[in-house]
């Protein structure tokens, strides 16, 4: 994979090029979100997950996209049985590994999905990336603890989460993306930080699960997972921060109208605005 912009910048045109089928089981708090953002994308979203046809749908599909948010049993056995049929089938999956660091049963799952169906992107919160990869984390439930908060305010804790990333990425032989605000890529040999974003993303539930199934979508058009996890976590950043900037322009400043405006964002951004704004750095 290469750092250079216009390698993982072109991700966007290629995804609208090739209009894949991508297999998305997550959070029915965020399905439709998430539907409408792939479709926006150029991605035809497929969010099937009962059992007796999960894997079936994994295999006419160009990736996968799981997640631990919201878990139920029906929901544990489609993920495996979809992991299993895109391992097999040689297709690139990526898991949002919700909750890890709050519940053993959550870590347990996360551990032996990544041991079992060698997902190409691993995605959670600084603090979630931590306690899977084996790292002391602090406790916050579902949030990132303050501890482990990646911001420009906190210069040790992204110094120290490079090198967990870029140790954990290299183990497991997936791309390792832990959320902030400052997000942080590894691919094992290098890592990358994005400073996008604003704090009204973490306000509208379901923003993780839908930076997930933008990565899922990515991974069925890009030339790397390092390129769709780097793609669709500046895309993310930048839609929030065009969201707001489109409240503004309407006079409005409701959460409900930020939820809104950061879907239509999504569906407006394109290359030259990334260009623009992106703030993306190799460290």
Not at 44 to 56: F, K, S, T, Y
Not at 95 to 104: A, E, F, H, L, R
Not at 130 to 142: H, N, P, T, V, Y
Not at 240 to 255: N, P, V
């Amino acid at each position: 994979m290469s750092s250079d912009p216009g390698t993982f910048l072109q991700t966007g045109e290629l995804l609208q090029l090739k209009n894949p089928l991508v297999h998305c089981i997550t959070s029915p708090i965020a399905v439709n979100d998430c539907a409408n953002v792939c479709l926006a994308l150029g991605a035809r979203p497929i969010m099937a997950e009962h059992p007796e046809e999960a894997a079936g749908i994994t295999a006419i599909s160009a990736s996968l996209g799981v997640s631990l948010a919201n878990i139920t049993d029906a929901r544990i056995h489609s993920i495996f049985l979809s992991g299993a049929m895109a391992l097999e089938q040689k297709k690139s999956s990526v898991i949002d590994v919700v909750g890890v660091n709050c519940s053993p049963m959550r870590m347990n799952l996360a551990k032996r999905f990544v041991s079992e169906c060698r997902p190409a992107v691993i995605k959670g919160n600084a603090s979630e990336i931590r306690a899977l990869a084996g790292a002391s984390f602090g406790e916050a439930g579902i949030d990132t603890a303050d501890s482990d908060r990646l911001s420009p305010d906190n210069p040790g804790a992204i110094e120290a989460t490079a090198q967990i990333l870029s140790s954990f990425s290299a183990r497991t032989g997936a791309v390792v993306l832990a959320s902030g605000i400052v997000d942080m890529i590894s691919d094992g040999r290098n890592v990358w930080a994005i400073e996008n974003g604003c704090p009204s993303m973490a306000r509208v539930t379901g923003t993780g699960c839908i930076l997930n199934c933008i990565i899922a979508s990515c991974l069925a058009a890009a030339e790397s997972p390092a390129d769709a996890a780097l793609y669709g976590t500046l895309l993310l950043g930048v839609s929030g921060e065009t969201a707001e900037q489109l409240l503004k322009d309407r006079c409005l400043s409701g959460l409900g109208s930020y939820h809104i405006a950061l879907i239509d964002a999504l569906s407006l951004v394109n290359r030259e605005v990334l260009e623009q704004k992106g703030k993306v750095r190799r460290l």
